[in-house]
């Protein structure tokens, strides 16, 4: 899986979701790259870390970590795992790129007591532009990509999410809007380049 | 390039007692060569178990005495390699109805003074993996930081891992399966029909006479077409001729031809007949599931690691069998890596793709090391 490269924003995501994430709990990161969240993660939080990664390069960097990682796609990597067994599934930037993000969501409630969902605001107020007053599809900091070489296969709101949970009747329990720097409060659905969700079965 | 492991020799276990096998029948006498490189630690806690493939002997790494050559697998074993020998005590035995060393059918049997032939019982995985697990205990070896190996190895790897859970610490099969397939049965049948129609053969009593070399040869060239892949033979020899022109007669004429008739000439100068017959039974007989699923398999391993590591162009043990088994370790909460190495070698490649099953398992030993000293605090 591919990640946004913009460093400054992926440390804070990496913070934000290590605030999350209870010491020594048990981890498995979906789409984990070259394991650099999982390692920050490893080392600040002592978590148990495991990571799901298609990217045949990538599983080198990761088992040179240290981490433990099965190389295939998250959609089918998902289903192997027992009930509950980890204590967080996190989707960093990842998923917006699988097939079916209701089903691979759904997975990951039963694999795991709570889901972290990180991903890029389609509705920013740039994106906005770019689409209603330019004519262009949008590409910000956080959808860094070109429409004819992108990773992205779904394109989606922090107010898109809310009504996916709530019509899944999946239950939100925190919420964090981000801009590159910092977290925002106020109409976050107009100004977060990025959200982070923490979510669980209701 | 790192160093090898220096001047090696093979040396000897005997077994004094009666060892039963799977079957339930009874072998006395049993020998297993075997051979070490570095040194077991004060801690005991650095043992690597390498298992060889089905062509493969106790002489993994290292030269002997006089000999060009080096082992098996010794761009893998040695100072500063994968199973780094200043690191790690490492040992290889020749498999249990091999014809290196260890007791086979081609071994003497003492009632009649004649060798085995036929009359040597026919063997398993499992019993291969116990007549080590007697050699291990022998050496004084109380807990293996890994069992390693590719193809039949693997197997012996899984084996290991279920017979013996609390032994094992970590586990690395390498393009190899959980259980024999149709298909991969059918091969080795086929190798095993070659041998048995070479009318010296005289039902595996042929010790003292002409061997049946020219069906052996053909079960090794079988072999090794399996061994490869259409893209490395399409690479490797494509259509070429030993010759400008087509001789419009049955002589050696395509470099593939040549190639697969030396393969098969030169195994049969180093290998028995018979011992090929036990081995790939054993192989076919290979289904660690045992009536049940593979997820109940693996339901009594809880600390072993795994590394399970597949080669894309591997046709003869693809990597949806090696996903198979890191979907029972993932079932079963135990800590598994995998990785499907991209290579056009086809199964050879264990034997071939060094440095990226260098980086994977040199930093899956210090880990599971690490691991190791971690919960000893």
Redesign the interface.
């Known amino acids: 899986m591919r990640k946004n490269d913009n460093n400054i924003h992926l440390k804070l995501d990496h913070r934000i979701i290590a605030s999350i994430i209870t010491p020594e709990s048990r981890v498995l990161d979906l789409g984990c790259g070259e394991g650099q969240l999982l390692e920050y993660l490893v080392k600040t939080r002592g978590i148990e870390g495991?990571g799901i990664e298609i990217n045949?390069s990538a599983?080198?960097k990761c088992?040179?970590k240290?981490?433990?990682?099965?190389?295939?796609d998250i959609d089918s990597g998902l289903k192997?795992?027992?009930d509950h067994?980890f204590d967080y599934v996190i989707f960093n930037q990842t998923m917006q790129q699988v097939h079916n993000p209701k089903k691979a969501i759904h997975r990951a409630l039963r694999i795991g007591k709570q889901i972290i969902v990180g991903f890029p605001n389609f509705c920013h107020i740039f994106a906005r532009y770019q689409l209603t007053i330019r004519g262009n599809v949008p590409i910000t900091h956080s959808l860094p990509y070109t429409w004819y070489d992108t990773p992205n296969m779904h394109f989606l709101s922090i107010k898109d999410f809310q009504s996916f949970c709530h019509h899944e009747k999946i239950r939100i329990k925190k919420i964090t809007c981000l801009t590159q720097k910092r977290t925002v409060k106020i109409l976050p659905n107009l100004f977060a380049y990025n959200a982070i969700f923490l979510i669980e079965k209701s | 390039m790192a160093e090898s492991a220096g001047t090696v020799e093979t040396k000897y276990y005997f077994f004094d007692g009666s060892f039963r096998l799977e079957s339930d029948a009874l072998l006395e006498n049993m020998v297993i060569a075997y051979e070490t490189y570095g040194n077991l630690n004060s801690e005991d806690d650095n043992a690597v178990l390498i298992c060889h493939a089905l062509s493969g002997d106790a002489h993994a790494a290292g030269y002997h005495p006089g000999e060009q050559k080096p082992g098996w697998w010794d761009d893998m074993i040695g100072p500063g390699k994968a199973f780094d020998t200043e690191k790690y005590f490492v040992i290889c035995s020749n498999i249990l109805g091999g014809c290196k060393g260890s007791t086979g059918p081609a071994s003497i049997y003492k009632e009649t003074g004649e060798p085995y032939g036929l009359t040597f019982p026919v063997i398993t995985i499992s019993d291969m993996v116990n007549a080590q697990k007697l050699l291990i205990d022998y050496l004084g070896i109380k807990k293996i930081l890994t069992v390693a190996g590719g193809s039949m190895g693997g197997m012996q790897g899984l084996q290991w891992s279920i017979s013996y859970p609390e032994m094992v610490q970590s586990c690395i099969p390498i393009a190899t399966t959980y259980k024999h397939s149709a298909q991969q049965i059918a091969f080795d049948e086929v190798g095993r029909q070659a041998i048995m129609s070479d009318p010296r053969w005289e039902n595996g009593d042929y010790y003292g006479k002409e061997h049946p070399f020219g069906g052996l040869s053909v079960a090794r060239m079988i072999g090794h077409i399996t061994y490869m892949s259409d893209t490395s033979m399409e690479q490797k020899f494509g259509r070429a001729l030993k010759k400008k022109e087509y001789g419009y007669d049955f002589t050696q004429e395509f470099e593939v031809e040549g190639y697969l008739r030396h393969r098969g000439n030169n195994f049969i100068q180093r290998f028995d007949a018979n011992s090929y017959l036990y081995i790939t039974k054993a192989m076919d007989y290979f289904d660690i599931q045992k009536n049940h699923s593979l997820f109940r398999a693996f339901q009594y391993i809880k600390k072993t690691?795994f590394l399970v590591i597949a080669f894309s162009s591997d046709w003869l043990y693809p990597s949806y069998q090696s996903?198979e088994i890191?979907?029972a370790c993932?079932?079963?909460?135990i800590?598994?890596?995998?990785?499907?190495?991209?290579s056009d070698y086809g199964h050879d490649a264990f034997l071939i793709e060094f440095p990226?099953e260098t980086?994977?398992i040199t930093?899956?030993l210090?880990?599971v090391k690490?691991d190791l000293v971690y919960a000893k605090k």
């Open positions: 495991y045949e599983i080198y088992v040179e240290g981490l433990s990682v099965s190389h295939e192997d795992y027992p067994f | 690691k996903r890191v979907k993932k079932m079963n909460g800590d598994v890596t995998y990785c499907e190495i991209s990226e980086k994977l930093h899956f210090e880990k690490n």
